[in-house]
Structures are given as structure tokens and as C-alpha cells.
T-cell receptor, first 113, second 114 residues
Framework: GDSVTQMEGPVTLSEEAFLTINCTYTATGYPSLFWYVQYPGEGLQLLLKATKADDKGSNKGFEATYRKETTSFHLEKGSVQVSDSAVYFCALSRAGSNYQLIWGAGTKLIIKP | EPEVTQTPSHQVTQMGQEVILRCVPISNHLYFYWYRQILGQKVEFLVSFYNNEISEKSEIFDDQFSVERPDGSNFTLKIRSTKLEDSAMYFC????????????FGEGSWLTVV
């Protein structure tokens, strides 16, 4: 069945460091890919998405490119801030499944000043 | 910006009690979902609802769970007889026909069963 694999956390970085959180997926057909973020004590917020191969999603300085050949959707940011500390979830959905989301385990990101 | 709202934000209940979690999806959205996240674990799909009926449900969504859209705005999740392992954050979500495949989530209802 469909699945999403994320790098394990926590990931601890200093402010202004470069961030990469790896995400790979297994799916039939052509899923859409998402990154959601969960700040401490809050709900799930959509960070960015990509719906087809080679699409790049971006938001708040974060980027991820849909790579069909490597079945990956890695999250990157050039210079992280303390306020980026959160749990980041990679997810996929397929139209034929009522757009149900399949989730990765989440990666906790800790940014130190 | 329209948002999904959930109540209560936190509920503590005795084992064996019934719980109803309430959600108001984004107006004009037609797809509704419940997900849950046990502390420290993955987000798990429970159920999807479309056209006034369940369209898909997971193995977690057994006879103890039910969903209802009692009027044009609310979408509820009922757990008939709660167990300790039902303690989790429950997220309601909705999707419109014009939002592509983007699902919007509420802030969650944290259920603690004691």
C-alpha cells in the first residue's frame, strides 16, 4: 500500500543554518504531496504542496520539489529561524481514495538561537 | 481566511463514557474527515465522509465510532464507550471541490481517557 517515510528526528540546528528534511514515498499512480507543520500546542497547518512531477511547492522560505524519479519530496530552507521549531509532516494523497492523506511519522525540528 | 473549528479543545473523560467531538468544517466544503494522533505517533486516518455518508474508513474506526452531520454546518465524531487507548488528539478536516486536493485541518481536540 501507499506509504511515506521521513527522516527521524529530532533535527537540531542553529539559527540561519540550512535545513533539509528528507521524505520519500511509495504510491500507485500519481499522488499529490504535501508538507504540514505542527507548531507546539497547535493543529496541523498546510505548509506547501505539489501535485505533479517536477512541481515545486514553496511557502515561508520553505521549498520542496516533487521528484518522481527518486520518489522524493524533500523539504528545504536556506536559513532557519527559532520560530521554525515545530514538527514537520510529509504526506501524500490520491484522488481515488477520497483524497485521504497518508502520513509520515513527522520530524521534530529544534532551532537554537 | 476560512477555517475549520473544533470543540472542545480538550476533554477529559472516564473510561466507558461516551464522547462527542464537534467540528464546523469550512463553509461550502463537501468532503469531511477525522484523523487522530496518539501522543508521539503518526497521524492516522479514521474516516472520510461525502454526500452524507461514510466514503471510507480505517480499521481503527470500529463499531465504537460513528460520525454524523446533524445539520448543514456541524460534523461530529462520537465514541460510544471510550477506552484508555482512545486518548489522542483528534483532528477534523475538510476539503472543497474548488480547493484541488488540499485538505484543511482544525486545531484538534485533545481527548484524555482516565
Amino acid at each position: 500500500g501507499d506509504s511515506v517515510t521521513q527522516m527521524e528526528g529530532p533535527v537540531t540546528l542553529s539559527e540561519e543554518a540550512f535545513l533539509t528534511i528528507n521524505c520519500t514515498y511509495t504510491a500507485t499512480g500519481y499522488p499529490s504531496l504535501f508538507w504540514y507543520v505542527q507548531y507546539p500546542g497547535e493543529g496541523l497547518q498546510l505548509l506547501l504542496k505539489a501535485t505533479k512531477a517536477d512541481d515545486k511547492g514553496s511557502n515561508k522560505g520553505f521549498e520542496a520539489t516533487y521528484r518522481k524519479e527518486t520518489t522524493s519530496f524533500h523539504l528545504e530552507k536556506g536559513s532557519v529561524q527559532v520560530s521554525d521549531s515545530a514538527v514537520y509532516f510529509c504526506a501524500l494523497s490520491r484522488a481515488g481514495s477520497n483524497y485521504q492523506l497518508i502520513w509520515g511519522a513527522g520530524t521534530k525540528l529544534i532551532i537554537k538561537p | 481566511e476560512p477555517e475549520v473549528t473544533q470543540t472542545p479543545s480538550h476533554q477529559v473523560t472516564q473510561m466507558g463514557q461516551e464522547v462527542i467531538l464537534r467540528c464546523v468544517p469550512i463553509s461550502n466544503h463537501l468532503y469531511f474527515y477525522w484523523y487522530r494522533q496518539i501522543l508521539g505517533q503518526k497521524v492516522e486516518f479514521l474516516v472520510s465522509f461525502y454526500n452524507n455518508e461514510i466514503s471510507e474508513k480505517s480499521e481503527i474506526f470500529d463499531d465504537q465510532f460513528s460520525v454524523e452531520r446533524p445539520d448543514g454546518s456541524n460534523f461530529t465524531l462520537k465514541i460510544r464507550s471510550t477506552k484508555l487507548e482512545d486518548s489522542a488528539m483528534y483532528f477534523c478536516a475538510s476539503k472543497g471541490t474548488n480547493s484541488g486536493n488540499t485538505i484543511y485541518f482544525g486545531e484538534g481536540s485533545w481527548l484524555t481517557v482516565v
